[in-house]
């Protein structure tokens, strides 16, 4: 399960905080990352971590926007910054989860937090 916070009202030009954290009997977390989905637009990717710390970016928010992860803790975070009103969207938090040595990664998403930034 993940379970993903720190969405919310914020200014053009302000920053948020967005965590995600992988919970239940997990053997091993691989990439994690964050996509998010504006109002009748698809889902797109913002930023994905890999299990050894490199990242990828969208185009659209490289330089304002961090990800980083605490690997004991099975957390993903975003840092954004110098937000603009065409990052408001829902943001969903994903992630390679492994249940235990024999199975594969398979792909688990939050339930998304809302990004809302004002003109």
């Known amino acids: 399960q993940l379970q993903a916070s720190g969405g919310g009202l914020v200014q053009a030009g302000g920053s948020l905080r967005l965590s995600c954290a992988a919970s239940?009997?997990?053997?091993?977390?691989?990439?994690m990352g964050w996509y998010r989905q504006a109002a009748g637009a698809q889902r797109e990717l913002v930023a994905e971590?890999?299990?050894?710390?490199?990242?990828n970016y969208a185009d659209p928010v490289k330089g304002r926007f961090t990800i980083s992860r605490d690997n004991a803790k099975r957390t993903v975070y975003l840092q954004m910054n110098a937000l603009k009103p065409e990052d408001t969207a829902v943001y969903y938090c994903?992630?390679?989860?492994?249940?235990?040595?024999?199975?594969?990664?398979?792909?688990?998403w939050g339930q998304g937090t809302q990004v809302t930034v004002s003109s």
């Open positions: 994903t992630a390679q989860v492994r249940l235990s040595w024999a199975s594969a990664h398979r792909a688990y």
């Open positions: 239940g009997s997990i053997f091993s977390v691989g990439t």
């Open positions: 971590i890999a299990q050894g710390g490199s990242t």
